[in-house]
């Protein structure tokens, strides 16, 4: 049996694709099938986690960052 990441995985195309009733469809299949929450399915579904991960991991470099040291008095 796949995990469920991979079930969520493999589905994305397919939800991306389908209408809002087949998006609903989907999304009840996916829960019986995987027991996740219907709104980690659908937030997962669109892609929103990727996009937010990168973003988050974007700026993380030693430049981004303010300086710590102390201006003069």
Do not use: F, I
Request: without cysteine; proline residues 3%.
């Amino acid at each position: 049996m796949h995990s469920r990441q991979e079930v969520v995985r493999g589905s994305y195309q397919e939800y991306q694709k389908a209408s809002k009733k087949g998006k609903k469809e989907l999304l009840d299949r996916l829960m019986a099938v995987t027991g996740l929450n219907r709104d980690y399915l659908a937030h997962a579904l669109t892609g929103e986690a990727e996009g937010r991960r990168k973003e988050e991991n974007a700026g993380s470099g030693e430049a981004d960052r303010p300086s710590m040291a102390r201006s003069p008095l």
